[in-house]
């Protein structure tokens, strides 16, 4: 099955300490996102990565960081300096040689911090 | 940045019901994308539109585009309970391919 898989599904957290989420995908797309959901909210762009060993900064990406090591493999790491952690963040990827926007979103992790 | 806003913000019907939900957009776009999700789930692409088409079918979907009004609208025709999500328009961003989404509508479809 191709796809975006992110774990783990919930995550918690006590405050201050850092925490890296998963984001794989098998659709050998080029491009991969990172959004982060709050309640009754849309969709806001973190970080997002065109190619392997580049990525760049969203609209929110104070307190987040990330890596591109691998065209696979996306992670998230959300530092101490996020002042507001508790959200629900997905990960999304798209292929961008077919010339189009269409992404394809992982099912989410939940993370809590207390 | 949020450039999508849709409308309502909330729907509720019955099943076999149609559902309208409108996007509204404050810059030009190349195209605009709808996608659904459901209740703690990732989004789900459902139909892209592109600048130069005024309507697209897929399904019982249609959505349409005015670009001189800056605006789409999703229907949805015979609405089946299953259809009980959160829905988005999406535009295409500065760069990167990233998108910017609306808040959404949350669509329920009672038996």
């Known amino acids: 099955d191709g796809g975006i898989t992110q774990s783990p599904k919930y995550l918690f957290r006590k405050e201050g300490q850092n925490v890296t989420l998963s984001c794989e995908q098998n659709?050998?797309?080029?491009?991969m996102y990172w959004y982060r959901q709050d309640p009754g909210q849309g969709l806001r762009l973190i970080y997002y990565?065109?190619?392997?060993?580049?990525?760049q900064k969203g609209d929110i990406a104070e307190g987040y960081s990330v890596s591109r090591e691998k065209k696979e493999s996306f992670p998230l790491t959300v530092t101490s300096a996020q002042k507001n952690p508790t959200a629900f963040y997905l990960c999304?990827?798209?292929?961008?040689?077919?010339?189009?926007?269409?992404?394809?979103f992982g099912p989410g992790t939940r993370l809590t911090v207390t | 940045s949020q450039q999508g806003e849709e409308d309502p913000q909330a729907l509720s019907i019955q099943e076999g019901e149609n559902a309208t939900m409108n996007c509204s957009y404050k810059?030009?776009?190349?195209?605009l994308q709808w996608y659904r999700q459901n209740s703690g789930r990732g989004l789900v692409h459902l139909i892209l539109?592109?600048?130069?088409?005024r309507e697209k079918h897929s399904g019982r979907l249609r959505v349409t585009l005015d670009t001189s009004k800056k605006s789409s609208s999703l229907l949805i025709t015979a609405s089946r309970a299953a259809d009980t999500a959160s829905y988005f328009c999406?535009?295409?961003?500065?760069?990167?391919?990233?998108?910017?989404f609306g808040k959404g509508t949350s669509l329920l479809v009672t038996p």
């Open positions: 999304a990827s798209t292929n961008r040689d077919r010339g189009t926007y269409e992404q394809y």
């Open positions: 810059t030009s776009i190349n195209n």
């Open positions: 990565s065109q190619i392997v060993n580049d990525f």
């Open positions: 999406a535009t295409d961003g500065s760069s990167g391919y990233a998108l910017n």
């Open positions: 539109i592109r600048s130069n088409e």
């Open positions: 659709l050998n797309h080029d491009a």
